[in-house]
Structure formats: structure tokens, C-alpha cells
């Protein structure tokens, strides 16, 4: 099938036979199996061949022996987010949505993105590493006095707020790192901003809305993303026309510098008193639940959730010449 296509142009048949992969072995389990299915149900509703596939009770192989013609990624986290499953479909040839290997591995890993985005002067807060071994309580107050006396801790392939913490005490930092190391060999380190949370999602390479995330807990965890009432989520976030331009271009800018493709999300922290932007990182298979943010932002923009899930499943066309005619799909081959 050729790429010359637009949204308006397709008809449910276009797309084939669609796998929704979701589910998976991730920490983020949960959420996968709760956006998949509001992902294939969107699918159904618009008349898309749609099937889903949990590669944990179904097995991957069932995407190359059941006749796919292309797959919508909803694994978050591990094995979905990172590369892996992205080079499963180029092997088999089976285009997908999103982001390929190399960018989808970069994101996954929150230092390698901090490096990129620093070398190519992009702001980001201040962080330091804790690889191997306890932490002493010696080393413990020496990192927190370089990084202002508080920090948040987090393990640098999780998503979702996984074996995140606060701490802003030698003991409590000795106890974060700790907990963190359940999930992670590698735990960063990053100074702690003080400021409100912004988030902005990126469709076909472009900005929608900003969204301001408001919420009672110490920050943004895993409960105030997915099980709280009493997170606010502002869109449009209250920024001037100004703010919100320079914001968008930022966001567009550090998404194309990880080579990502197709959708993803931005997420960033405003320092109170200089209002500098800070990135904090990219999800490039961010969450389709009923709370998640993408989909807020896309309802600003005038999409419905029908139209954002088929959107999103046009970018597995992007890749498909490149795919077929020159072996392994590459990086930026639309």
C-alpha cells in the first residue's frame, strides 16, 4: 500500500487486520491492559478489523503466524516502550504505530535522553547517578548537599512514576534509592523543581494543547495519575499565547531530537521563580485510559477519541515503503 494516504481518505478496510498489542510483563501491566482495550474498542467502533494480543498469554508469535497487517502498540513500559517489541515487528515486517527502535530505546532510558537533550543545549534539571551498591549515609548527604538538599529519585527505565520518591533527608534518600533498586540497576538522581507540571502531546510530529497537571500528592505518582479524584488536569493550561508557542516548540523540538515518530508525549516542569522549562521526558507509548493525558489534549484540539486512536494508527503507515523496500524500517523513513 502506498503512504501517499490522508485520515480523510481511509476507510476502515485500509488498515487491514489490526493487532492491539497490550498487556505485556511490564510494571505498567495495568495500564496496558486498560488502554489496549479502550484502544480496541475505539477500532471496533469504527469498523477496524481489530484484535488484541498480550504477549504474556498469547505470545508474540501469534502477530506473525495470525496474519497481521499491522500492529497498534499499546505495551507500556518495558518490552513495549523500549525497543524490543519494535524490532520483533521490523524482523516479521509488520508495521506499527509510533516511534522505531533506536528512539524508542533512547526515551526508555531517562540519562541517555538527559545526555542527548543536554549536548544539544535543551534545559533540563541538574542529576547525578547511583549504579551499584548501597548508599551510604555519607554519600547520601554528599549528594544531596551538590543537588540543593532535595531531590526525586527514580529508576531510569520505568515509566508511569514507577519506584519514584521524594527526598530531601540522608535517610530518606538511602531508603528511596533502595526501594528504587527493585525495579532498576540504575537510579538517577534529579534536583527537585519546584513548580508546576506541564505536559504536551505530540500527533503526526506536531504540538496539541499544554496541559497543567495540579495535584495534592508530593507530586505526580503512579495513584494520582491513575486512581485519584482529586488530580486536576488543566487544558487549555492557563499559559499566554506566547508561553504556550514557545512551549510547543520546545516539546517538537525535543521529541524530533530522540528521532521519535509519529505520537508521543512531552512531559515538563516550570521552575516557579525564573519560569524556566525544564524537560523531564518523553513517552513515546503514553497512556489511552480514561484519565490519560493525550487524549484530553486531542478533545481540546477538536478530535474525538474515535478519531485520536485512528490518527494514531495511521503513523504505522509512515514507515511501510521504507519497511518493504529497503529491508529493516529505519529511524525518520517517512
Do not use: P
Given at each position: 500500500m502506498s503512504n501517499d494516504f490522508s485520515p480523510a481518505t481511509l476507510s476502515p478496510k485500509?488498515?487491514?487486520?489490526?493487532?492491539?498489542?497490550?498487556?505485556?510483563?511490564?510494571?505498567?501491566?495495568?495500564?496496558?491492559?486498560?488502554?489496549?482495550?479502550?484502544?480496541?474498542?475505539?477500532?471496533?467502533?469504527a469498523g477496524v478489523d481489530a484484535h488484541k494480543v498480550d504477549p504474556k498469554t498469547d505470545g508474540?508469535?501469534?502477530?506473525?503466524?495470525?496474519?497481521?497487517?499491522?500492529?497498534?502498540?499499546?505495551?507500556?513500559?518495558r518490552g513495549g516502550e523500549d525497543g524490543v517489541i519494535q524490532g520483533f515487528l521490523e524482523l516479521h515486517q509488520i508495521p506499527y504505530t509510533?516511534?522505531?527502535?533506536?528512539?524508542?530505546?533512547?526515551?526508555?532510558?531517562?540519562?541517555?535522553?538527559?545526555?542527548?537533550?543536554?549536548?544539544?543545549?535543551?534545559p533540563v534539571a541538574?542529576?547525578?547517578?547511583?549504579?551499584?551498591?548501597?548508599?551510604s549515609l555519607q554519600e547520601a548527604e554528599a549528594l544531596l548537599a551538590e543537588l540543593n538538599g532535595c531531590v526525586m529519585v527514580k529508576p531510569i527505565h520505568e515509566g508511569s512514576s514507577v519506584g519514584m520518591a521524594r527526598a530531601d533527608s540522608a535517610e530518606l534518600l538511602q531508603k528511596a534509592v533502595a526501594d528504587a533498586?527493585?525495579?532498576?540497576?540504575?537510579?538517577m538522581l534529579e534536583q527537585w523543581i519546584q513548580g508546576d507540571e506541564y505536559t504536551v502531546s505530540i500527533l503526526n510530529g506536531k504540538a496539541l494543547p499544554s496541559i497543567r497537571v495540579k495535584t495534592p500528592h508530593t507530586f505526580y505518582d503512579f495513584t494520582a495519575k491513575y486512581k485519584s479524584n482529586s488530580t486536576e488536569y488543566h487544558c487549555p493550561?492557563?499559559?499566554?499565547?506566547?508561553?504556550?508557542?514557545?512551549?510547543?516548540?520546545?516539546?517538537?523540538?525535543?521529541?524530533?531530537?530522540?528521532?521519535?515518530?509519529?505520537?508521543?508525549?512531552?512531559?515538563?516542569?516550570?521552575?516557579?521563580?525564573t519560569g524556566q522549562w525544564l524537560l523531564l521526558e518523553v513517552n513515546t507509548v503514553p497512556g489511552m485510559t480514561q484519565t490519560s493525558l493525550v487524549p484530553k489534549a486531542a478533545k481540546v484540539q477538536g478530535m474525538s477519541f474515535e478519531q485520536l486512536v485512528l490518527s494514531v494508527l495511521d503513523t504505522s503507515f509512515g514507515r511501510q515503503d521504507g519497511l518493504f523496500k529497503g529491508g529493516l524500517m529505519t529511524e525518520g523513513a517517512n
Open positions: 485500509d488498515y487491514g487486520k489490526v493487532a492491539v498489542v497490550y498487556g505485556g510483563f511490564s510494571a505498567e501491566r495495568e495500564i496496558s491492559l486498560i488502554s489496549g482495550e479502550t484502544v480496541y474498542q475505539a477500532l471496533i467502533g508474540l508469535n501469534a502477530l506473525s503466524e495470525q496474519g497481521f497487517d499491522r500492529v497498534w502498540n499499546a505495551l507500556h513500559g509510533g516511534c522505531g527502535v533506536m528512539a524508542s530505546a533512547i526515551a526508555m532510558d531517562k540519562l541517555r535522553t538527559k545526555l542527548l537533550w543536554s549536548a544539544q543545549d535543551l541538574k542529576h547525578r547517578m547511583v549504579t551499584t551498591g548501597d548508599l533498586k527493585q525495579f532498576d540497576t540504575d537510579i493550561s492557563g499559559l499566554s499565547e506566547v508561553d504556550e508557542k514557545n512551549l510547543a516548540e520546545l516539546s517538537e523540538k525535543a521529541f524530533k531530537s530522540l528521532g521519535c515518530y509519529g505520537w508521543g508525549r512531552v512531559d515538563f516542569m516550570r521552575e516557579q521563580h
